[in-house]
């Protein structure tokens, strides 16, 4: 069976426009690679600076959060960021490469819906360098956006991952690691 001349032609021309739209499309996305120093942080007292109750009320609002330390030590804690949204982990979502990576995460993630749809976890930056938004993936960690600001993160190196527990921030520690910052 012989194949025309017209057929082989028809085919180049839709393999030259298939790979003429990947290369439009992934042109578009403009990801830059520097290597960071990465540390991490959570919402417990310890990272965050906070107690329960204000001496200011003789400790009696114990269900009130205050700041203890820095600057705006008895003022109210909210536990928000910088940006105004609360801070979380990362969440790769029911279909990625950690879904073939970690399968055993799959009747988990099948159960909870809420576990299918992929977000961004919080990362804090200098914003003068990285504004509120910025994405980022951090091998290890995920997917992140710039949402917060530390008092101790200043320059362009480096980074401040969020995690839901004291435990595994304290597992992340300080890593130099190339991240990914889509721009």
Not at 30 to 45: F, I, L, S, W
Not at 150 to 178: C, M, P, V
């Amino acid at each position: 069976m012989m194949i025309s001349t017209d057929v082989y032609r028809s085919r180049i021309i839709v393999l030259l426009a298939a790979l003429l739209c990947a290369q439009f499309f992934t042109a578009c996305a403009h990801v830059q690679t520097r290597y960071m120093e990465t540390t991490a942080y959570c919402g417990c007292k310890q990272c965050c600076s906070w107690g329960r109750g204000n001496w200011k009320y003789l400790k009696l609002d114990f269900w009130n959060k205050y700041y203890v330390a820095g600057p705006d030590s008895g003022k109210p804690y909210s536990g928000h960021t910088a940006s105004g949204s609360k801070p979380r982990e990362p969440n790769p979502g029911l279909i990625s490469l950690n879904t073939i990576t970690h399968p055993w995460m799959i009747p988990v993630r099948i159960v909870f819906p809420w576990l299918w749809i992929p977000y961004p976890g919080t990362i804090a930056a200098d914003t003068n360098y990285y504004p509120f938004g910025t994405e980022m993936y951090v091998p290890g960690y995920g997917d992140g956006m710039v949402e917060d600001r530390g008092s101790a993160i200043k320059g362009e190196k480096r980074l401040d991952l969020y995690f839901n527990s004291h435990g595994k921030a304290r597992q992340w520690g300080r890593q130099t690691l190339e991240v990914e910052i889509k721009e």
